[in-house]
């Protein structure tokens, strides 16, 4: 649900207008407010939401925020409909600001670019070739109560780097329809719900050797990318495994890799009131779809599922609420399968707060093995300022939510005081609480579910994910569903599939678990 509304804020009459500003402690409303210039000098009328990033120091090239530290860049936004080239923009950097409004800075040498961000896609994947950006403008000796009202010039597009732009040229020209083949379904569900052709995309990547017209079936990998990922990064992935297939590392299976960004995130392939039935869609339309183009074994034992942080929780719903499609899911790392546990909160607990622990310190969100990065606060009022969708906090809140009154989903929490919202909470349980629906719903599933669910996590893992995936291995311990559950010894989120000297070898392994499953006693290795 794009939103831009028509503003040209005035720095004259920003003292009528109410404040939106987020601080490490509440400040004083500021008796002046600070003022930046913007001009538009890219030749065409421009909407989208307006970003300023600013930071201590000078010499880079590039000003923006850091999930790690979001606290060194402070941000300011606004959104413009139809800023007609040529003109400027006076923008109040005190109305909506991290970590607090601009007049806070003390004086000093700052640096700071402006960014135009049209598609309203920065929360989900940061700055992109389609935006406008400034040059960085050095403000030495910045004092935001006395010094002269700086400008910026929009003037062209972020380059991608040079060699990440020659890696995915490398990439696609190795994407031949041997290899690997780009499917978009239309799928009658989600079109239904969203009242326009709304597809489900994959790239599928080919076994080497894989002829058509032979009999010959193969098992099949159903994987998706975790928040972030997008078409392209699916085929990195595809490109990968396949290699691997050529080297004789991983054995000849179809592998399908999906897409689940979406405007306002990541579906995660869950079946929402707020983003649609995707779980449907792939499960009884775009599975029999390729199921009856490409030689799979559409067998229970010859799918599987494989995904990793968000891509790891939508593969462990799937195999949940799906368990007669997919004989199996090893998902690493997802985000909380049990909300007693979610990024660091027990939503279930008594005035349940996101922001703060019990003894009133904030929530740890972030981390480097022992040295605590950022806090759930202080990323998520970051997220508020960068955009109202796409952002991460935001994305949950549009798969688990029930719908609001004015058709948004109703958020979990309330973004300003970290508070939760029991009567949501109440909602996600019931529906997207993966320990509480297994248990509720063990009777008619467990033969589906025993032995099936896998799950790999690091015990350093940078979001504290190891920590909900320990609830839930209780739960399918105590129930009897002989989960199988590997904590690696100080490994993060980003480190989990080294194995050795190999970045990516527990793909190697996991996928030699599957193809067991699906051809017992097959000797796949190459001598």
């Not at 010039?153 to 991608?160: A, K, Q, R, S």
């Not at 020209?173 to 989600?190: C, G, I, K, Q, W």
């Not at 997008?230 to 999906?258: A, E, Q, T, W």
Request: hydrophobic share 35%.
């Amino acid at each position: 649900m794009k939103r831009s509304i028509r503003l040209a804020i005035v720095c004259l009459l920003a003292s009528t207008l109410p404040v939106l500003v987020f601080s490490q402690a509440a400040a004083p409303t500021p008796a002046h407010h600070t003022c930046f210039h913007v001009t538009d000098s890219t030749g065409a009328p421009l909407n989208g939401r307006l970003l300023l990033f600013l930071k201590s120091g000078s010499g880079a090239p590039a000003v923006d925020a850091d999930e790690f530290s979001p606290s060194d860049t402070w941000v300011t936004a606004t959104d413009v409909h139809n800023w007609q080239p040529g003109t400027t923009l006076d923008i109040d950097a005190d109305q909506i600001a991290f970590p607090s409004g601009f007049s806070q800075l003390t004086p000093g040498t700052y640096q700071v670019q402006a960014v135009l961000d049209p598609d309203h896609s920065y929360p989900y994947s940061g700055r992109d070739p389609h935006d406008w950006v400034s040059s960085v403008l050095a403000l030495t000796a910045y004092n935001p109560a006395t010094s002269p009202t700086p400008t910026l010039i929009l003037d062209h597009h972020p380059e991608v780097p040079e060699e990440q732009a020659q890696y995915l040229a490398k990439t696609k020209a190795a994407a031949t329809p041997d290899v690997a083949r780009l499917e978009e379904f239309e799928s009658p569900r989600l079109t239904a719900f969203w009242g326009h052709s709304t597809k489900v995309r994959a790239w599928v990547i080919l076994p080497p050797g894989y002829d058509e017209n032979s009999s010959t079936t193969y098992p099949t990998l159903y994987w998706t990318h975790g928040f972030g990922g997008n078409p392209d990064y699916d085929l990195l992935y595809g490109i990968l495994l396949h290699k691997r297939m050529v080297s004789g590392k991983f054995p000849p299976m179809i592998c399908v890799m999906l897409d689940e960004a979406i405007p306002q995130g990541t579906h995660e392939f869950a079946d929402s009131v707020n983003n649609g039935p995707w779980g449907a869609a792939l499960t009884r339309e775009f599975i029999p779809f390729l199921e009856h183009k490409y030689r799979m074994d559409a067998r229970t034992n010859g799918r599987f599922l494989n995904g990793h942080s968000s891509g790891g929780w939508a593969t462990l719903q799937l195999q949940v609420n799906y368990p007669d499609v997919f004989g199996g899911t090893w998902s690493t790392s997802p985000d909380p399968p049990d909300f007693h546990d979610f990024t660091g909160t027990n939503l279930y607990a008594s005035n349940s707060n996101l922001y703060f622990g019990t003894d009133g310190s904030l929530t740890p969100l972030v981390r480097n093995h022992d040295k605590i990065m950022s806090s759930a606060r202080d990323l998520t009022l970051q997220e508020v300022v960068l955009g109202p969708y796409g952002g991460q906090m935001t994305s949950f809140d549009w798969v688990f939510s029930p719908k609001g009154p004015s058709g948004a989903p109703l958020p979990m929490f309330d973004r300003e005081t970290g508070a939760v919202d029991p009567a949501v909470v109440a909602y996600w349980r019931e529906h997207y609480d993966l320990a509480h629906i297994v248990e509720s719903h063990w009777a008619e599933k467990n033969a589906l579910l025993t032995g099936r669910i896998h799950l790999y996590v690091g015990t350093a893992d940078t979001f504290y994910l190891d920590r909900s995936a320990h609830l839930f291995e209780a739960v399918l311990n105590r129930l009897g569903a002989e989960p199988h559950f590997t904590y690696i010894p100080d490994r993060t989120h980003f480190d989990l599939y080294k194995v050795g000297d190999d970045d990516r070898g527990l793909f190697d392994e996991i996928s030699a678990q599957m193809y067991a499953i699906a051809r017992p006693g097959v000797d796949w290795k190459k001598k």
